[in-house]
């Protein structure tokens, strides 16, 4: 059984960095493709970010890029999310999804096979 545990969220100011952690186990996460997304109360899931398997190609949604980083670590069956510059539209709950195919939406939920609890992140202004 594929099981995703979300760390690292929590209530920072406006300004503040963060760094989720997402760990993987009971399958095989070099061989997946990962992704961020989050769900702010009274809005749709959106995707933060996504990785390859390979950690060759990123993709990030349009309010995130230029800052939040996703990377992936084999050898921890982890991947993260650091989040700098928060603002206070961050805030929302961050789920962890994993994907076995070929990842060809990335921004697409049902792309994904496998999915964490979540992590609430709130920044405070």
């Known amino acids: 059984q594929v099981r995703l545990v979300e760390s690292g969220g929590g209530l920072v100011q406006a300004g503040d960095s963060l760094r989720l952690s997402c760990t993987v186990s009971?399958?095989?996460?070099?061989?997946?493709?990962m992704g961020w997304f989050r769900q702010a109360p009274g809005k749709e899931r959106e995707l933060v970010a996504a990785?390859?398997?390979?950690?060759?190609?990123?993709v990030y949604g349009r309010s995130v890029s230029g800052r939040f980083t996703i990377s992936k670590d084999d050898a921890e069956n982890t991947v993260y999310l650091q989040m700098n510059s928060l603002k206070p539209e961050d805030t929302a709950v961050y789920y962890c999804?994993?994907?076995?195919?070929?990842?060809?939406?990335?921004?697409?939920?049902?792309?994904?096979?496998?999915w964490g609890q979540g992590t609430q992140v709130t920044v405070s202004s």
């Open positions: 990785i390859t398997w390979t950690g060759g190609a990123t």
């Open positions: 009971g399958g095989s996460f070099d061989t997946y493709n």
């Open positions: 999804a994993a994907d076995e195919g070929l990842l060809s939406d990335p921004y697409g939920e049902d792309e994904y096979d496998y």
